[in-house]
Every structure is written in structure tokens, then in C-alpha cells.
């Protein structure tokens, strides 16, 4: 991926260089062509590997949009790009923070954004580390208010789901729900299993996802508590729905885009055992001889 990266950085370099109205050579179109088949599969399997689905219509419109943009090189549509860029990352992070139960009233955000970008006084180093201060304090009791919240709604969910009476329960807790049967025994620790996999929280929105099966060490050192003991109450072809309680998942630590004490959804589907790697071949005795008497 990263040589993919330096070629479209390279063939961009070069496309900078005609000016706006040139048209193109034959040998240039060829380029065209090909560079667009070549983008085309990296961000195809760029796309492929996020965990959220993609409308491919609503994704060529906004690349489009971003294309024809990046054709015109005035300050005004230089300004734009910009801006568009710096408000897509922090929409992300406002993604980010909702998944955690944070939300950002955005016209109180944009209200003082245009304040401090219009502002002609630069901020001193003390102003600057106050308002630092300032956000993490807020930002600390913010979240931990709402992961509190998230992990009380995390236990109706559990107790909800246990009476319902649709879910079996493994020694350790973990509920879940047989959607197919497998063959065989069940996989052990130690085993290193062909999984695919959706993870969700309890309202449905998916934070990770496998589309294609994927080698899962059976072994709390690499995984959850509760998505090893899954494991071991699986066969080879078992597809489970399951729920794991937050403390067989990612404890009072989260991770990422998970809250402290989340109860976790995940969908499981196995396969078989990964295939062995395979060993390397054995020196001929004679080239073995030879090295020992050197």
C-alpha cells in the first residue's frame, strides 16, 4: 500500500506541472488511463477494509467534487479544499467522540471557531496552555459521564437479552446465540482459528469488521477475555451472535472508539484450524557435510 501511495504522489507531482486548459498528448491519455485503473483498485481496497459500508454513487460524487476542485487553482477554491479538509478530520473526531457518547453542539463550536480564526491578536503561550487546560478538564468529566452512562446502558442490554430467554451463557458470562452449527470439537487455547467477524455496540453501529476470514489466535494475551471463551465454546462452521459484558471485554481502560466498561455485540463465524506454516526445507547432507568440514 505505501508503494501505492508514493506512485499516486508522484503522478500527482506530475500532473501539477501541465497548466489549467492544456490538453493532453496521446502517451499523456494512456497515462490517464492507466493511473485511473491503478487509483481505482488501491482506493477500492482501501474502501473494502473500513468497517462502515460505502455507497459507491455518493463516494464518486464526492471524489469527483474533489477532482474537479483541485483543477481550479485560485485562492478562492485553494481556500475552499482547505477548508474542507480541516472540517473533514474534525468531523471525525466528532464521529469519534459520539461513538463514545460525546456529542459537540456544532454551532456553538463554529460560533467561536470564527471567532478565534478571525481574531487579529495572536493568542500568547499562557492563553494557549489555559485553554488547554481548559478542554481536557472538560473534556475528562464529559467522558467520563458518558461512559458511566454507556456502561449502565451496556448492563440493561445484558440483562435485557438474558431474560429473553434467546441466549445460552458460557461459564464466564458471555451470552450467545446460535445462528449455525458446527462439526467437530470445540477449539482450545493455543488453537489459531480462520474467523470472520462484526463488531458492534448495543445500538447496532459497527466499529471493526473482518469481511473475509482472518487467522485469531485463541489467547487472551491478543484478544478479549470474552472473545477467547467464545472461541472455546465454538466448532468449525459455527456462526454465533454473541454479547460480552464489559468486563470480559475491554474494561474499565475502553480502546479507541470504545467506552470504559462497554458491553460489546459481536458476530462470529469460524472456520477451520489456520494452516500450518509450512517448515523450512532440510539442508542436503552432503552440502551439510561440506559446511561442517569448513
Excluded: W
Excluded at 485553554?131 to 449502565?152: D, F, R
Excluded at 461459564?171 to 480462520?194: I, P, S, T
Excluded at 472456520?271 to 509450512?278: F, K, Q, S, T
Amino acid at each position: 500500500m505505501k508503494k501505492f501511495i508514493l506512485m499516486m504522489a508522484a503522478v500527482a507531482l506530475l500532473a501539477s506541472c501541465n497548466k489549467k486548459g492544456e490538453g493532453t498528448t496521446p502517451t499523456e491519455d494512456s497515462l490517464s488511463l492507466a493511473y485511473g485503473t491503478m487509483a481505482g483498485y488501491g482506493i477500492k481496497m482501501q474502501v473494502q477494509n473500513t468497517p462502515d459500508s460505502v455507497n459507491f454513487e455518493e463516494f464518486v460524487k464526492g471524489f469527483e467534487k474533489a477532482v474537479a476542485a483541485e483543477a481550479d487553482t485560485s485562492v478562492n477554491a485553494r481556500s475552499f479544499a482547505m477548508g474542507e479538509q480541516f472540517g473533514s478530520q474534525l468531523v471525525n473526531s466528532f464521529v469519534a467522540l459520539k461513538e463514545q457518547g460525546v456529542n459537540i453542539n456544532k454551532e456553538l463550536f463554529l460560533a467561536e471557531l470564527k471567532k478565534a480564526f478571525a481574531d487579529k491578536k495572536e493568542p500568547d503561550q499562557a492563553k494557549m496552555m489555559n485553554l488547554q487546560m481548559t478542554l481536557q478538564s472538560l473534556m475528562g468529566k464529559v467522558q467520563a459521564a458518558a461512559a458511566k452512562k454507556k456502561a449502565e446502558e451496556g448492563v440493561k442490554y445484558y440483562q435485557e437479552a438474558e431474560k429473553s430467554g434467546q441466549y445460552q451463557k458460557t461459564a464466564q458470562g458471555v451470552l450467545y446465540k446460535v445462528e449455525k452449527e458446527g462439526k467437530g470439537a470445540n477449539f482450545k487455547r493455543g488453537d489459531v482459528v480462520m474467523v470472520k467477524y462484526k463488531g458492534m455496540h448495543t445500538d447496532g453501529s459497527v466499529f471493526d469488521q473482518s469481511p473475509k476470514a482472518v487467522e485469531f489466535p485463541v489467547d487472551e494475551a491478543q484478544l478479549i477475555k470474552g472473545f477467547v471463551e467464545m472461541l472455546t465454546n465454538m466448532k468449525p462452521g459455527m456462526k454465533v451472535t454473541c454479547i460480552i459484558p464489559g468486563k470480559l471485554a475491554y474494561g474499565e481502560r475502553g480502546n479507541q472508539n470504545i467506552a470504559p466498561n462497554e458491553t460489546l455485540v459481536f458476530e462470529i463465524e469460524t472456520g477451520n484450524l489456520a494452516p500450518a506454516a509450512p517448515k523450512a526445507p532440510a539442508a542436503p547432507a552432503e552440502a551439510v557435510m561440506v559446511d561442517s568440514v569448513k
